[in-house]
Each structure stands twice: as C-alpha cells, then as structure tokens.
C-alpha cells in the first residue's frame, strides 16, 4: 500500500509547517529508487526544508546513562551546567554566561502516570495524542515484568553502544497505528520505507544484532508481540515482516542528536567580545571539551533515530550537494544547500562522516555496502573507478584502531 505524493507533502509540511515548496520526489531507476530533486534555484546556504519526523526515539542506552532528553522531541533538558558538570564529572564545574543556556526548566512537564519528562506541555500532549498512551507504562514504570520493560531489557542485551538504532523507534510506530483514527493513512507514510528484499533484509539485520541474529531476532519478535500486537499491522509480527522492520529502521532510520552545552558554546561564538575576552573563553571551552574527552570520550549528545520521509528520498552522494543538521536542538530536521542546486538537480546528502569521506573509493564502497547495501556511483567515485579496489595500509590501521576503540566504548558503556 503505498502512499501518495500529496499525503508524503501534507503530512511533511503539516507537522513542521516551514518545508518549502520547492522539492520533489521522482522515481530515479530501480536500483536507486526515489530522489529528491529541485523544482526552482536553492541557493548555497538556504534551508531546502525543515522536516519533523513521523516518529522519533531516544537510545535506549543513552538514556540509562542520565543523558536527559524530552521522551518526544528528544531536547536535551539538562542545564548547560550540569551538563558540563556529568560529562567532565566535575560537579563544581561553573560556566561563564549562564544566561545563555536555552533550557527552560519551568516548562518541562511529566506523564502524570509514568512520570517520563516532557521539555514543554507541547509536546507531552503531542506524545499522548501520537502514541503514549499506549505505551504509558503507569505505575509500572520501574517494573521489570512489564512487556514493555522486558522488550527495553532485551534490546539493551543485544545492541550495546555505540548505538545506532532503537526498538522503541519500531514500538512507535506500531502504537501510532493502535492509536490513529486513520490506521490506513499511517500505514501508507511508514511503507514508504519498506523496500527490501529478503536477502538485503537479513543482511541488514545481521549488521545490526550481530552473529547470533537469528536467535535473538525471533526473542524480540515474541517480547514484541507480547508488548504490542495489532491485527492492523499483522504482518509486522511474523517472522519475514518483523526482519523487514528491522530492515526498514537500519537503513532508514536518521541518527538525531542534541545538547544543551553545545547549543551554550554555538551561543558562546556569537557574542561580541573584546579580543583578550575572546581569547579567555576561546581557551575555557577547549579545555572544557579536552576534560569531556578525558572523561566521556565521544558520548557528549543526547542520541537517538528518527523517520524523516522526505529525508529518506535523498540519495548519497560522496560529494554531497546539501547536509542535515539538528540546529534546534530537538528533532526537527533541516536540509541546507551546501552549494547552488539548479532547478532538476537532484539533492544529495552523504551517509558518510567527512572523515569517512577522505578515504579511497574502496573503502567508502565497503561501508556503504555494509550498512547501506548500495554500490555507490556519485561523480566522485566514477572519478576514481581506476582506482586499485584495496584499501590502503594506513586506512587498514586505521579501519583495526576503530574497531578496537568502538569495542572498548561498548566495554566500558555497559559496565554498569
């Protein structure tokens, strides 16, 4: 059942009311499948559109680890302090112009029956309207026999941090079907991702659990069902539908991140200062950033994935024409232009970080096969099709040091 352009648009432009009218989606080839293109001149630096996702959850070890977030629109709701404070692990740390933290702690507000923190009644009401109150847990909140607890507790046994996807992202999903008064029309928005087969569905899968795949995806599959079960989404629960969720999560899911400390430093960067000013708090952020490091390592953001339709109909490309970004700290999505796009161009993003961006074709196809399952063929990589297809020694090394720093970020994340 798929759904039409007009219900993709309306329901983009509906829910984050600034997209602009100046995108569309086509069919591009069966290997490539949708594209967004441009339908007048975008210029380099103007927001191509703002898209709100259709559902959005935070890691679910991320928030074990007290990184606060609004259960909606994953805000950070800590304090710039206090953020600093946790993540240096300097409970005296003070930071200069406390008047630009942009939490508001007088608005945050709580489900009066579970308790889970809202930054604004916005979007608690938001969240009971979409899905929560199916999902409210109530007085069993902390209960570790509660379906929904025990689908929580498995999930965190099988996909340790770094992570990259979220069983409640899919738990959404379903209870704003069980919620709707149009389960046909959220239907037709989530099938808009689903289009793999059933060997790329397993691979994808198999990236995400591990070797044991099989065994632990039929264990999720039965808390699920227990959980959440909807004759509407029936095919979501057996065995081949529930892989194709999974699938469907890992290939599309947008990673989202937030925190109030870095919204302070961005605030930071625009004051004006006299230059011996400047210099002082220049030097207090970094070695703020270089404690962090010594501390937390790369865990500084409040982390989670989203469904973003219109996002997901833009191609990668390895030089990419436009790039995504969360500059509101929460989860709206924007899309800037990062050069002129023409009317008819396609808007590419890159799947890739900018360091994984500087490795050899050879190396770029090999993520984005393992992840994407694509073979890339953006002008870059057409550029460098004479290229030997091995990686080199130094991105080898560097491939094995990546390797064991995630492997030690995982050890010491779960040691809990």
């Known amino acids: 059942m798929a759904a039409s352009m007009c219900d993709v648009f309306s329901f983009c432009m509906g829910v984050a009311g600034r997209a602009r009218v100046s995108v569309e989606v086509r069919f591009v080839s069966s290997s490539k499948g949708k594209g967004l293109f441009a339908t007048q001149l975008i210029r380099k630096g103007e927001t191509v ?13 991320n928030a074990l680890y007290r990184y606060r977030a609004c259960d909606h629109c994953l805000r950070a709701l800590e304090k710039a302090e206090e953020n600093a404070q946790r993540l240096t692990g300097k409970p005296g740390q003070v930071l200069p112009h406390p008047e630009l933290c942009p939490v508001r702690k007088d608005l945050h507000q709580s489900c009066p029956h579970c308790q889970v923190m809202y ?13 929560h109150r199916v999902l409210c847990p109530g007085p069993s909140q902390n209960d ?9 507790e498995a999930w965190r046994s099988v996909h340790y941090p770094p992570e990259t996807a979220s069983i409640m992202l899919m738990a959404r999903m379903v209870a704003t079907v069980k919620q709707a008064k149009d389960k046909d029309r959220w239907i037709r928005l ?20 591990g070797d044991k795949f099989k065994g632990q995806l039929e264990l999720l599959r039965r808390l699920f069902t227990e959980a959440l079960y909807e004759e509407a989404l029936s095919q979501w629960f057996t065995p081949d539908g529930f892989r194709s969720l999974f699938a469907l999560v890992g290939t599309n899911g947008q990673g989202i991140g937030t925190s109030s400390l870095s919204q302070w430093v ?34 500084l953001n409040c982390e989670g994935s989203g469904l973003f339709v219109l996002q997901s109909c833009c191609n990668h490309s390895c030089v990419p024409n436009a790039e995504t970004s969360f500059p509101e700290n929460n ?30 074709r050879h190396s ?15 002008p870059k990589c057409l550029a460098e099709a004479d290229e030997p297809n091995v990686t080199s020694e130094e991105e080898d090394e560097e491939e094995e040091e990546g390797e064991a720093e995630d492997a030690e970020l995982g050890d010491e994340m779960t040691d809990v």
Do not use: M
């Open 49 to 61: 559109f703002v898209e709100r996702p259709l559902v959005a959850a935070q890691f679910l070890w």
């Open 364 to 378: 770029r196809h090999k993520i984005l096969r393992e992840n994407y399952l694509f073979v890339c063929s953006c």
């Open 119 to 131: 930054c604004s009644a916005e979007c608690r009401l938001a969240a009971a309207e979409q899905y």
């Open 190 to 209: 989530f099938s808009q991702f689903c289009n793999k087969t059933a060997n790329e569905e397993e691979e994808i899968v198999h990236k995400l659990l």
């Open 144 to 152: 570790p026999l509660h379906p929904l607890n025990k689908l929580q």
């Open 266 to 299: 961005h605030a930071c960067d625009a004051l004006e200062l006299k230059p011996q000013d400047r210099e002082q708090l220049d030097a207090f952020i970094d070695q703020l950033y270089k404690d962090i490091e010594a501390a937390t390592g790369e865990f």
């Open 331 to 360: 989860f709206l999505l924007h899309v800037t232009a990062l050069e002129d796009i023409k009317p008819g161009e396609e808007i590419c993003i890159s799947y890739l970080d900018c360091c994984q961006r500087e490795r050899s």
